[in-house]
């Protein structure tokens, strides 16, 4: 009998074991579970503080777009200047102008007084007398630039219809609205008149020469420097010569070494 009984106890504690739920735990074990999942997730605070970052800047983005497309058009981005060339890049421009035979653009890069004194038909005669023209060789040794002038030292090496010539110029610069213009030399304007008084094109007072005067002369040219009392340096040269000694001046002698003042 006993042992009947312990047998139907052992059987009810297995029944009353089975039933139990599986998951079953302690008290408080759920609490600790919130408490661990709270401290692994970020605060709702912390939340709605990101929420609202995010907010903050795809407000600022929208009014960016609305700033730069106006009306719903993308608003075109303000050209900036280019920067205009100094006065040797100008000069090196007219250089290539005239090589091309684009005495047009050329004579544009002088400054308004020059071409007050010179036209652009007596400009582009003179190319035409001393053609084919070109500068077969430049470079600028030297530019000085201060407020709104500038002068440029060029060695020029030039091929025309008069011959080879190599020599040394040193031209004016201005600056006109913002930018260089080329000053013509003073030999540079004699040159141009001449060629463009001699050209078809030239008014019918200049053409029209006595019969007389016609082979007094074969070569117009411009004193370019006075070496002494009776002898100068001309441009262009005559056959090759850019030296002239003038006949019958009786003059000091300044320049011989060998021979006293």
């Known amino acids: ?25 302690p008290e408080g074990s759920n609490d600790d579970q919130r408490a661990e999942k709270a401290a ?11 929420s609202g970052s995010q907010t903050e800047e795809g407000g600022e983005k929208a009014a960016k777009q609305k700033r730069s497309r106006p009306g719903g058009k993308e608003e075109e981005p303000t050209p900036q200047p280019e920067p205009q060339p100094g006065p040797e890049k100008v000069l090196a421009s007219q250089y290539r102008h005239i090589n091309a035979s684009n005495y047009g653009a050329a004579y544009d890069l002088f400054d308004d007084e020059s071409q ?4 652009l038909e007596q400009y582009s005669a003179y190319f035409a007398s001393a053609a084919p023209y070109e500068i077969t060789r ?28 190599r020599y040394e ?25 001449a060629a463009g008084s001699s050209s078809p094109s030239a008014s019918a007072s200049a053409t ?35 030296e002239v000694r003038l006949i019958g001046m009786d003059t000091p002698e300044t320049k011989d070494p060998s021979e006293g003042i």
């Open 1 to 25: 009998m006993p042992r009947f009984l312990f047998m139907v106890l052992f059987a009810i504690t297995l029944v009353l074991g089975g039933c139990a739920p599986p998951d079953s735990k």
């Open 40 to 50: 692994n997730e970020k605060p709702s605070g912390e939340e709605r503080t990101d």
């Open 116 to 119: 007050r004194l010179v036209s």
């Open 138 to 165: 430049y470079s600028i040794p030297s530019v000085r630039a201060r407020g709104e002038r500038a002068t440029v030292v060029a060695d020029l090496a030039v091929s025309s219809s008069e011959g080879d010539q």
């Open 169 to 193: 110029v040193t031209q004016r610069l201005v600056r006109e609205d913002g930018a260089w213009r080329v000053v013509m030399r003073d030999e540079q304007v004699a040159s141009f008149t």
């Open 208 to 242: 029209a020469a006595p019969a007389d005067a016609v082979g007094e002369f074969d070569a117009t040219v411009t004193v370019s420097r006075v070496v002494d009392g009776d002898t100068i340096e001309i441009s262009p040269t005559v056959d090759g010569n850019e």
